[in-house]
């Protein structure tokens, strides 16, 4: 079992929809997490970080489910702009970084 | 621009010969990571340093590969006797200290073993 999984997709959804992305960690040690954005052939961009209270970024929120070992990403009114694979990392003991493969968004318009 | 550099962007190269990547992070952060990456996949963890000291390394990182943070400032990264399965995206990334700190990446080195 992968450290971090997340669903590949591709998700496919038109402008203006909601679309809710998951990742599941295996460690429970893990203590950091962390949703980060990256454009075809471009190095990953950070998007948010992820915290158990929740955190909201305009049209983003992230989640955080320590009990289930998940985080959430949820995008709404989702723009043109958003297409790209967005990448789930968790962070083990202060610096361990794991990624997880990505979820590949297609917005249309 | 005060983002993380790599260089060089590209890199083609023969099987077997040695290559060589550089990384200056931000100026301010004394963290920097190292990871791989290929088609379809996540970055993978190589290596981690703590101003000039490197705390942890990947099995990934086998012994063909060497990193090295001389002065707590830019890391350079070596792979010897490459072969094809090297053939990737070598990406960069800074932070500062602390466990809630995010990395910022640099643009990455990508590498092509002919």
């Known amino acids: 079992r992968k450290e971090v999984e997340q669903d590949p997709g591709p998700f496919n959804v038109p402008e203006g929809a909601t679309v809710a992305f998951n990742c599941t960690y295996s460690?429970?040690?893990?203590?950091?997490f962390f949703w980060y954005r990256q454009d075809c052939r471009k190095e990953p961009k950070l998007l948010m970080s992820?915290?158990?209270s929740g955190n909201e970024d305009g049209r983003f929120t992230a989640q955080l489910n320590r009990a289930s070992q998940y985080i959430s990403l949820l995008i709404r009114d989702s723009k043109l702009s958003d297409s790209a694979t967005y990448l789930c990392v968790v962070i083990i003991g202060g610096f361990k970084t794991i990624f997880g493969a990505g979820t590949r968004l297609f917005v249309k318009a | 621009d005060t983002g993380v550099s790599q260089n060089p962007r590209h890199k083609i190269t023969k099987r077997g010969q040695n290559v060589t990547f550089r990384c200056d992070p931000i100026s301010e952060h004394n963290r920097l990571y190292w990871y791989r990456q290929t088609l379809g996949q996540g970055p993978e963890f190589l290596t981690y340093?703590?101003?000039?000291?490197?705390?942890?390394k990947s099995r990934l990182l086998s012994d063909r590969f060497s990193a090295e943070r001389p002065k707590g400032s830019f890391s350079t990264l070596e792979i010897q006797r490459t072969e094809q399965g090297d053939s990737a995206m070598y990406l960069c990334?800074?932070?500062?200290?602390?466990?809630?700190?995010?990395?910022?990446f640099g643009d990455g080195t990508r590498l092509s073993i002919l």
């Open positions: 990334a800074s932070s500062l200290q602390g466990q809630v700190s995010p990395q910022h």
């Open positions: 340093f703590q101003n000039e000291a490197q705390l942890e």
């Open positions: 460690n429970s040690a893990s203590q950091s």
């Open positions: 992820v915290y158990s």
